[in-house]
């Protein structure tokens, strides 16, 4: 079961940031968090991941907060390309086989 | 190709049908998964090979699904007496060692059974 919990749905105007929440409050002290996208008919595409730190790659941002319960994925300036499934999950890495666990993520709509 | 290849894209059978499903991965990647994704659900997972051995298949939802990955590299995912239940997309995703890093998915091949 994924540990993760997310809204179902978020709309957000285009050039606006969007900011995505996830709940994490079971996560262990050597799980990451990382958030994958999904766009229709597509496979999954990583986005980020983060220990403890704030994290910035030229997608998104990743904020997660001191207690490590929580963390939000920030898109700064949604496009319409965004509009897409974002799921967020939690793993221990170099855990061997350990499979990435999605849950129903959290379906953000990017409106003109 | 520079990313995950799985053919066929779509695939229309007929209950009680052997389908077989294929993945392309990216060279080099060591490791290999096999995920299932319903309408309106989040991809689970099905099965991993690290090379050609088949460490995990928990996922795998009867003794129907059979996957093999014998050189290491492309996969296949069969499905036997395929089901009403079987449709969905089925994800192949790849990476060199599955650690921290990231795991690339293929688009997917859409099986609907009939």
């Known amino acids: 079961d994924a540990k993760t919990t997310q809204p179902p749905s978020m709309d957000c105007a285009e050039g606006r940031a969007a900011n995505l929440p996830c709940n994490h409050s079971?996560?262990?002290?050597?799980?990451?968090v990382y958030w994958y996208r999904q766009i229709h008919s597509q496979g999954p595409q990583y986005i980020i991941h983060g220990l403890k730190n704030n994290e910035t790659n030229e997608m998104a941002s990743l904020i997660i907060t001191e207690d490590r319960k929580s963390s939000t994925l920030i898109l700064p300036h949604a496009t319409l390309r965004d509009t897409a499934v974002y799921y967020c999950?939690?793993?221990?890495?170099?855990?061997?086989?350990?499979?990435?666990?999605f849950g129903k993520g959290t379906r953000l709509s990017v409106i003109a | 190709g520079a990313g995950v290849s799985q053919s066929p894209r779509y695939k229309v059978a007929k209950r009680g049908q052997d389908v077989a499903l294929r993945c392309d991965p990216i060279?080099?990647?060591?490791?290999l998964f096999w995920y299932q994704q319903a309408l309106g659900q989040g991809p689970e997972f099905l099965t991993y090979f690290q090379n050609e051995a088949q460490l995990d298949k928990s996922g795998l939802p009867s003794d129907r699904f059979f996957a093999e990955r014998p050189e290491g590299s492309v996969s296949t995912l069969k499905i036997q007496r395929t089901q009403q239940e079987d449709s969905a997309v089925y994800l192949c995703?790849?990476?060199?060692?599955?650690?921290?890093?990231?795991?690339?998915f293929g688009e997917g091949s859409r099986l609907t059974v009939l």
């Open positions: 999950i939690v793993r221990v890495p170099n855990s061997g086989n350990t499979p990435l666990v």
């Open positions: 995703a790849s990476s060199f060692i599955w650690s921290v890093g990231e795991l690339f």
């Open positions: 060279s080099g990647h060591v490791s």
């Open positions: 079971t996560i262990s002290g050597n799980e990451y």
